[in-house]
Every structure is written in structure tokens, then in C-alpha cells.
């Protein structure tokens, strides 16, 4: 017979999952009213997009920006930890998935779009799917929950993987794409070009 308080940990916990579900779907509610598509206007669905520069980036389940959603993970698992190591671990998942959340949303805002249109690589970005955009939470996810089970060397390794390859086959990587978000610079965008 369990006591009152050994159950609570357990609530708690199953109540920050629903916290992190809740989110999930508020974000994909709140995108839908923006008037992001559900799926690509293809009209189909791919469990890979391989091309960077093509109207399929960013409008089915993965791309090649997948990993640097799995890294986001890793940081915010990172943070959690800081801010939380008290709380139970779906509670840390709570506030990951909010901040995943909150990149999300303002990720597909018109200001954003068109700073990457103008800033970045991205020159015809248009904005996630909504699918594509739920998909990036869940990959985020999938990144927080590694990096819980997996020693920070071992993390730490896997980002670095993650960065050099995708910077490496594409061009671009979350380092690279924050930069140039934040503060362009025209020899990574003549770079990031093929130039």
C-alpha cells in the first residue's frame, strides 16, 4: 500500500504530460488561425524532405533542419535542469515544450519570415506547416528525453555531429542559422550560397 505522498510524485508528473500535450495542441491551434497549411500544398506528406531549397523544406514530417530541433533538446533539458532539478522531469518537459512553443509561433510570424527571407539562406522560406511545425516540438522532445538518459559527454558529442554535418552537407546548421538571423553576415550568406 502506497502512501498519499509516494503517489504524488507520480500525479504531478502525469499532470505536467497533459501540460506538455495542452501545449502541443495550442500551438498547432494557434498556428492553424495564423493560417499556416496543415500539410504541404503538394497535398502529400513525406517522412523525409531531403532538399533544402525546394517548396517541400519545412512542409513535411522531417527536413534537415530536424536535427537542430533534436538540439534544442539537448539545450533546454540543459536549462530545466538549472531552473528546475527539483521539479519532476515532465515538469522540465512542460517548460521545453513552451519554449519550443513560443519559437514556433514566432518562427511563422509574418516578421520572421520575412527576416529569414531577407537575412538568411531562406530566401523562398514561407513559413512551416503546420505538421512540419508539430513535428519540430515532438523532435525537440525526442532531443529533451535523450539528453536526460544519455551523459553529457555523449549529448554534447551528438550536437557537435548534428552541427558539423548538417553545416557540412547543407550549408547550414542551428549556430548558423541563429547568427544569421540575429546578425547577417554577408561572407557566411555568399557562403551559405555556394559562392
Request: charged share 15%; proline share 5%.
Amino acid at each position: 500500500m502506497t502512501t498519499a505522498g509516494a503517489a504524488s510524485p507520480d500525479w504531478s508528473g502525469k499532470r505536467w504530460l497533459v501540460v506538455a500535450l495542452a501545449l502541443l495542441i495550442i500551438q498547432i491551434v494557434v498556428l492553424y488561425l495564423m493560417g499556416r497549411v496543415p500539410i504541404c500544398e503538394c497535398g502529400y506528406v513525406k517522412l523525409w524532405e531531403g532538399e533544402v531549397n525546394s517548396p517541400g523544406n519545412s512542409q513535411h514530417l522531417t527536413d534537415w533542419y530536424t536535427p537542430s530541433h533534436i538540439i534544442h533538446g539537448f539545450l533546454f533539458y540543459g536549462l530545466g535542469w538549472l531552473l528546475l532539478r527539483r521539479q519532476p522531469l515532465p515538469a522540465r518537459l512542460s517548460l521545453a515544450v513552451f519554449i519550443e512553443m513560443a519559437w514556433e509561433l514566432a518562427e511563422n510570424s509574418p516578421v520572421v519570415i520575412d527576416r529569414y527571407r531577407s537575412a538568411t539562406m531562406a530566401l523562398g522560406y514561407s513559413g512551416d506547416s503546420i505538421i512540419n511545425s508539430a513535428m519540430d516540438t515532438v523532435s525537440m522532445t525526442v532531443g529533451f528525453l535523450v539528453a536526460s538518459r544519455l551523459p553529457l559527454w555523449l549529448t554534447v558529442a551528438i550536437a557537435l555531429f548534428f552541427e558539423l554535418a548538417t553545416g557540412y552537407i547543407i550549408r547550414d546548421n542551428l549556430t548558423l542559422n541563429v547568427l544569421m538571423l540575429v546578425w547577417p553576415i554577408d561572407a557566411v550568406r555568399q557562403w551559405q550560397g555556394g559562392a
